[in-house]
Structure formats: C-alpha cells, structure tokens
C-alpha cells in the first residue's frame, strides 16, 4: 500500500485513545496552541463536535478510502450526524467549486491572449481567497500548493483544501470556505496558557462566583453529543439500570470509561456486561472494586435503602454501600430524593471517610440515550470536578450549586413546574375535545408560539396517539411533586399549582397509570 501524505485540509478518520474513530479534517491550530513534542501530529477539528485536538499520525486514515469501513463499525446516532455533517461539507464545497468553474469558464471566454497576463492575476485572486483558520475571523491570500514539498508540513501553510481521492493520490481543490459551523471549543489539554487567553473560543469549565456567602455555580459544557471527550482513568461503578441508569451507563461505556454495574434484576446488567461492562455481585462489592460509584434508583426510599427490598439494603444493608465505602472511595446520588434524605445520605457516606456528591438528572428516557441530560450537583467540589468527564458523556450541561441539599431542592422545583405543566396540557386537550375543537389544531397553534417545546410536542404527540410508554414514570412526577410541596410546607411557601396538581397524578394513579409515561395524567381528565 502506497505512502499516503497527509496535509492541512485533509478529510481524515481520527482516533483519539479508546475512542471510536471519527470524522474530522487537517487544519492549523491557534497561535497560541503549542504543539505537543515527541510523534508527529496534526491537529484535527471533528464533524458533528465542539472539540479540536492534536491526533498521531498513525492515528489517522484518509477519508474516503476508509469511509465504508469505518461506517460499517460504527452505528451509533451520533456518529451518522458526523458523517452527515462531512457530506454536507463536502456538497457546499461542491457547489462552491461548480459556481467558481461556471464563473471562470465565461470569463475565459471573453479574455484575449492580450489579457493572459490579467487573466493569470485575476484567476490567482480568486483562487486564493480563503479562511485562515489560525485566526478564525480574518483572512489570508494563498496559493495551492505547486507539489508534493509544500504540503508535507501541517504548520506550511494556513490554507483550507478539500481533499478527494484514493490511497495513492489525492485531488486537491481550493474554494472560497466560510468557518465551519460544527467546530468551536479546542481541548486545551496541550496548551501551556492560561484558559483565560482561549476564552473566545472555548467554555469547557464556566465558572460563576456570586457574592460572598451565596451559592457558587459551575457549568461544564458536554461533548457527550460529539463524542470526543477524554475519559477519567478512574474506575466507575454504578448502581441502578433503570429507564435513566440504562442511557447513563451506555454514554459512559461509549466514551471509553471503565464501568462496574449492578441492578436488583441481574439480567439487565447483561446487555452491558457485551458492551464492555463489568459485573458486581453486590452494591459493596462495587463500591469496594471502584473508585467512583454512582446510583440511580427510583425514589426516596430506594435511595436510601437500596436492595430488593426497596433500598434500605443498598446503603445500610449486609452487602450494601456502607460496606465498601474506606477513606478515599466516592459516592455520587443521582436519585432525585428530598434534601433530608440526600443530606442523611452525605453524612453517613463521609463518617466513613467516603467522598459524597448529589447529582440528579433532568430529562428523560430518551435524554438520557442521547447523552443530553442536565445535571445537577452539589456537595464535594473536587469530587464533582473528578467527575466531569463522566458528566460529559452523559449529559450537555451540569452545574455545581454549593452544598448538599441544594440539587435536591432545585431538582425537586424543576420537576414540579414540569409536572405541573403537563397536568395542564392535559386539561387543555381535553378541554378542547370537549368544547369541539380539534385537539390536533390545539397542539398545532401551541407548537407556533411562545410555548412551543420539544417537551410540548413529544407529550402532545403521546396523548393524541394513546402511546403512553414512559419515558418518565407517572408516578415518579407524582413523587416529586408531593416531595416539593412537602419542601414548601417546611418554609411556610405555599404551592396551590403544585397541590392541584398533585390531584390530578393521584387520579390518574387510582386509575392504574402509575407505570405509564406521565403523560398519561391525560386520562385522569377523561374518567
């Protein structure tokens, strides 16, 4: 197989670590990104991601000899929207070469061997207008390269190419390429400057200090959805495989990390054991084998008591958590539990010299599968910190909120104007049907104004449907809901919407909806 030189332009398959290879293409990086010394490299940006990286050499394949081989590998979501992303690229680009050779075929047509001379400076100029990606808002003049010398070196040159060909070869073509829409965020993990002087572009840690002695907030922007994080060489453990546990653990084990799984039915761990997972026999067992371990289970009694029979086993129990916590072992709730409870939890895990941090999850089922939750953290900061590339692969977005009972709280009020919200959308179809409007027209006008949501819509499309498979458990939002009130009788604030509410779930539960979609509240209006 013929030597394939690689150049600054070039559509390649990365692989970064134990990731996946993925589509990306050459380019310069910034001025002050330093190259990082041993192997040659090149530094890669990623379709269908926010990240940029320095990649080996041996790392990397052309991109159209391999494409077929490596799409076949490779199925996920969120590796089809990177290729999509590629060919997309590649038809823009297309498009642009086809106008430009139109353009320069009608002017050639006019020009005289009098105006060879104009024709070569006027062809030159147009050619050469291309983006400089080592300053992502100015622009330089280039020149394609003349041969094989000039494109060797990925530092030689600034300028964009589009690459097609095979192993042997490459065609190159110049056009006039705008900034890439997909690629904003670099990994700064080579860079020997401050995160301050990449602040333009990049957000990977945003932290926001209030006044003094009110909460601190820290937001982490994921790359779950781009797959290209790096993976924290910790071993993780987790407890729970349930609607939100399943997805969390998938995106964890899809970037790369090292996970230990258990549930109170076995077989659920199956599925995970053939995609790389390992097995623990007990919730100590797990703590014990991992440094980290997370737990999400369904309610406040699960939380804090964990085995089969309901949770009290899985904290306190012979075999449970409790057991394998030593000084040094971590411990993250992902459960959605009242600030008693998780405040409870914190101290029994700390007495032990364990590490405690609250994250529960906002979103769904299908959130969850997508690497798209919102997490909620509060409690041991480095430990949060420690987790971050674990927050990363499961969610988009997670903030840090100060100490222990403040996720709680704040999970326990989004839950509550969600559940809240849906209790009404239900009575406002059901009200249309009633008074002869169409309940289709009725979702249709929401879906064009203020309100409208991918929330609105996906919950409007169940009821309309009569599909009502949960991707949030009825009676989980009824839960919560109760626990919020509760939350608001502590601090004398009332919460009529929440209590009506509240009605309505302890309705639809009475009819058997307590294991359906919480959209199912729907039926409590029509009984």
Same mark, same amino acid.
């Given at each position: ?226 797959? =290209?994080?790096?993976? $924290?060489?910790?071993?993780?453990? #987790? /407890?729970?495989?349930?609607?939100? +546990? !399943?997805?969390?653990? *998938? @995106? ?93 939890? =914190?101290?029994?895990? $700390?007495?032990?010299?364990?590490? #405690? /941090?609250?994250?529960?999850?906002? +979103? !769904?089922?299908?959130? *969850? @599968? ?158």
């Amino acid at each position: 197989m013929a030597t394939v030189h690689l150049r600054i332009g070039d559509l390649v398959w990365g692989k970064l670590g134990r990731y996946p290879p993925w589509p990306g293409k050459i380019v310069s990086p910034p001025k002050d990104l330093k190259k990082p010394r041993g192997k040659k490299c090149f530094f890669v940006k990623f379709f269908g991601t926010e990240d940029h990286a320095w990649i080996k050499v041996e790392q990397l394949k052309p991109y159209h000899p391999h494409k077929e081989e490596m799409i076949k590998i490779n199925k996920g979501k969120r590796f089809q929207q990177a290729v999509d992303a590629v060919e997309e690229f590649l038809k823009k680009a297309k498009g642009k070469e086809q106008a430009h050779n139109s353009s320069s075929s009608e002017d050639k047509s006019k020009l005289t061997a009098a105006d060879a001379k104009g024709r070569k400076s006027a062809a030159k100029t147009v050619k050469s207008l291309m983006e400089d990606e080592e300053d992502l808002g100015s622009r330089k003049r280039g020149r394609p390269p003349k041969d094989e010398k000039d494109l060797t070196d990925p530092e030689s040159s600034s300028v964009q190419r589009l690459v097609a060909g095979t192993v042997s070869g490459f065609k190159w073509e110049t056009n006039q390429v705008q900034e890439d829409p997909h690629f904003h965020h670099f990994l700064l993990s080579q860079s020997e400057k401050p995160a301050s002087s990449l602040e333009p572009i990049s957000k990977r840690l945003k932290i926001i200090e209030e006044d003094a002695g009110s909460t601190s907030i820290q937001a982490a922007d994921s790359t779950a959805v781009n797959g =290209s994080i790096t993976p $924290t060489d910790k071993r993780i453990g #987790f /407890l729970g495989l349930g609607l939100m +546990g !399943s997805g969390i653990v *998938s @995106n964890l084990l899809k970037m790369g990390h090292i996970v230990t799984v258990w549930n109170r039915t076995a077989e659920k761990c199956d599925l995970f054991i053939q995609e790389g997972a390992r097995l623990g026999r007990t919730p100590a067992e797990v703590v014990s084998m991992c440094d980290v371990t997370f737990s999400c289970v369904s309610d406040p009694k699960a939380a804090k008591d964990v085995s089969v029979k309901e949770f009290r086993e899985l904290v306190l129990g012979p075999s449970g958590v409790l057991q394998g916590i030593r000084p040094g072992k971590c411990y993250v709730e992902m459960s959605t539990v009242d600030p008693e409870t998780v405040t409870e939890l =914190s101290q029994v895990i $700390t007495s032990r010299g364990g590490r #405690f /941090l609250e994250a529960p999850v906002s +979103g !769904s089922q299908q959130l *969850s @599968n997508d690497g798209m939750l919102v997490i909620l953290s509060a409690g041991d900061r480095t430990l949060y910190e420690d987790c971050s590339s674990c927050f990363q692969a499961m969610g988009k977005t997670s903030f840090f909120l100060g100490e222990v009972g403040n996720a709680a709280k704040m999970m326990l009020i989004l839950n509550m104007v969600q559940g809240s919200f849906m209790a009404t959308i239900a009575e406002g179809l059901t009200l249309a049907q009633v008074t002869g409007q169409s309940q289709q027209t009725f979702l249709d006008i929401l879906c064009q104004g203020q309100m409208a949501s991918t929330f609105l819509d996906q919950k409007c499309q169940n009821v309309l449907q009569g599909n009502f498979k949960p991707d949030y458990y009825l009676k989980h939002i009824q839960k919560d809901l109760r626990l919020a009130i509760a939350m608001g009788d502590s601090v004398n604030h009332p919460t009529p919407m929440a209590a009506a509410a509240n009605e309505v779930y302890k309705r639809a539960k009475a009819l058997d909806q307590s294991d359906n979609d919480m959209s199912a509240v729907y039926r409590a209006y029509i009984h």
